[in-house]
């Protein structure tokens, strides 16, 4: 049974992997994404369906953000339930800002929750499922500064 003491640090290093996953993106450090996922992880996104693999992942996410000037996430973690030793589920909220090359004065805002299956191997947790369902999108005009 663990102590409080190792479920506190689980927990904490599971949020922190979960907001590390969209600052590694927001940064462009795809070598570091990978490393948050198992080499066989999943990511489900509604635009692009399943890829299977950290490196297709990384792939995927790089060339889906390819065309973006900048982008923000937004990630709470609402909820981490340790389902056995070393193996925990996850659900966080996501609100997303993003523009595009060809229009910087169009943001493109994403709403909506991240569903994760969370493993501990060697120590060191990491996404082995992650799965988002888009709840709303909205694209504003802003005035540049």
């Not at 948050?36 to 890829?51: H, N, S």
Request: contains cysteine; hydrophobic residues 45%.
């Amino acid at each position: 049974m663990p102590t409080t003491q190792t479920r506190t640090a689980d927990y904490q290093a599971i949020v922190e992997l979960l907001l590390n996953y969209g600052a590694t993106i927001d940064s462009g450090d795809y070598g570091t994404l990978r490393s948050l996922f198992t080499e066989d992880a999943e990511l489900i996104l509604p635009a692009f369906g399943m890829v299977i693999g950290s490196a297709a992942i990384a792939k995927l996410i790089r060339k889906a953000t390819a065309d973006r000037v900048w982008q923000q996430h937004f990630i709470a973690v609402a909820q981490v339930n340790f389902s056995a030793p070393g193996q925990a589920d996850a659900v966080s909220n996501l609100i997303s800002h993003s523009a595009i090359i060809a229009a910087p004065n169009q943001i493109i805002q994403i709403g909506g929750c991240y569903f994760d299956r969370l493993v501990k191997r060697g120590g060191e947790w990491q996404i082995a499922s992650k799965r988002l369902e888009t709840r709303w999108t909205e694209t504003r005009e802003i005035a540049q500064a």
